[in-house]
């Protein structure tokens, strides 16, 4: 029989998105005590089925599940080959370092065969052995069993022992892809990944006085400070023109900038870089779901690593990798003039919708990358797309070789507009106004 507390948790998933719900509403309604209702009101908001929003209350949230996978563990790959566990299943969850396709001889495949490997095999049983014994898990493909001594060794080493109905091939393809994406996703700099915590953030509370900022500025050096209330949940943001020429006896609600814009730590810097440029914003406050405090972000930090991710090449490419690279210079015109640059750009098969002409993703991505890399030469600036307006007036078919004619209309100090024509045999084929973010130079 389930426990009250389960019973809370059930009741609570069965509630709709966006309802309320308290401590004594939870009481009431299913006749538990109020410390069973709250530790369980508790368990829900940790498995991400609530949250708490200041001055809203706790509400009924869409569950919150992992947007990728952190590590690729054994058991990613059962569900991933939709296959099943054969033996091993205590080992489900260590890490998957590399995979082996066993083609070879036993004594060929010994060497690459290293502790936690995945060996891809059809039904050899004495290479499924072999791999277990060497600290490997087994895949095990074409829908293949495997004998109660493999199962049981495999139980006895905790190292998985997988089948699944897919060919060696296939399932190969699949595991490969999830690495690549896996490796993709690490590298999204997120505001995690550079965010000053708590512990060394600056902040000061709503009672704290104008003295008391000057104090803290003197000592720090700098203008802007996060406030927060006594239980530390941001209320607001006080810089040096909220205290100029006011009573030092003021207090800092008096003062503040109240519903400061802010980030969360799952937010991408890249997303973060736009709303700092364009709301001019020199520091945010990262907070929790409940704007409790638990740092804060620069925009010096945000540009280095803004500029630090766009010098670094990622380790698997991703679809827009592959654009960018067939995206290339034409170093003169054709009078030998030098002025705007030029790009040139091969249709190639993958780049085709259905009907054999460029797909309009591809075109958009070959417009980004020819704004990016115009403004990184001429003006030697790093760029974010705000806003493209893009014409595809001709079809533009299977291994076409496009010439790309980018002009810059105008450029401030935090945006450019460019103009960018495509052409095909001198005859123009698609036209794009495209308005830009300017980064800071570092």
């Known amino acids: 029989m389930a426990t009250k507390h ?3 948790l059930k009741y609570i998933e069965g509630l709709p998105i966006g309802d309320r719900i308290s401590v004594r509403s939870i009481a009431k309604n299913l006749g538990v005590s109020e410390g069973t209702a709250y530790r369980a009101i508790k368990d829900a908001e940790n498995i991400g089925l609530v949250s708490t929003i200041q ?6 949230i869409e569950r919150k599940l992992k947007k990728h996978i952190e590590k690729l563990t054994f058991g990613e790959v059962v569900r991933i080959i939709e296959g099943d566990v054969l ?3 205590s080992g489900l969850d260590k890490v998957l370092n590399k995979f082996v396709i066993g083609a070879m001889t036993e004594n060929a495949m010994t060497r690459y065969i290293t502790p936690g490997s995945l060996m891809i095999v059809g039904n050899r049983q004495e290479v499924q052995k072999l791999a277990l ?3 490997a898990a087994v895949l095990i493909t074409g829908g293949f069993d495997t004998t109660g001594e493999i199962s049981q060794l495999a139980d006895r080493l905790e190292m998985p022992v997988l089948r699944t109905t897919y060919d060696t091939f296939t399932v190969a393809t699949m595991i490969n892809r999830a690495l690549s994406d896996q490796l993709i996703k690490k590298d999204i700099m997120l505001v995690s990944d550079i965010y000053t915590s708590l512990e060394k953030t600056n902040y000061l509370f709503s009672t704290n006085t104008i003295a008391d900022y000057q104090k803290l500025s003197e000592e720090t050096h700098h203008s802007r400070f996060p406030v927060v209330n006594k239980s530390l949940r941001l209320v607001g943001i006080v810089t040096a023109k909220d205290v100029i020429g006011k009573a030092e006896t003021l207090s800092m609600d008096k003062v503040m900038t109240k519903d400061p814009s802010v980030v969360k730590k799952m937010m991408s810097v890249a997303s973060v870089s736009h709303q700092m440029i364009w709301d001019g914003l020199e520091v945010m406050p990262v907070v929790e779901d409940d704007f409790s405090l638990v740092g804060f972000v620069s925009r010096q930090d ?5 500029q630090l991710v766009q010098r670094q090449p ?4 991703t679809i827009s990798d592959q654009i960018s690279g067939e995206v290339m210079p034409i170093e003169e015109s054709e009078d030998g003039s030098k ?4 790009f040139k750009f091969s249709v190639a098969p993958q780049m085709v919708n259905s009907v054999g002409t460029i797909s309009f993703g591809v075109l958009s991505e070959i417009i980004s990358n020819v704004t990016q890399r115009t403004m990184l030469v001429n003006q030697k600036r790093n760029v974010l797309i705000e806003q493209m307006s893009l014409h595809y007036l001709r079809l533009i078919q299977l291994e076409s070789e496009l010439d790309i004619r980018p002009r810059v209309l105008e450029i401030g100090r935090r945006s450019a507009k460019l103009d960018i024509e495509v052409y095909l045999e001198n005859a123009i084929v698609a036209k794009a106004i495209v308005v830009c973010q300017v980064m800071e130079r570092s």
């Open 302 to 306: 945000v540009m280095k690593a803004m």
């Open 133 to 135: 014994e060497n600290g």
């Open 6 to 8: 389960d019973q809370i």
């Open 87 to 89: 033996g091993g299943s």
């Open 314 to 317: 990622q380790i698997a490419d």
């Open 55 to 60: 001055r809203v209350g706790t509400i009924r």
């Open 339 to 342: 002025g705007e640059p030029r």
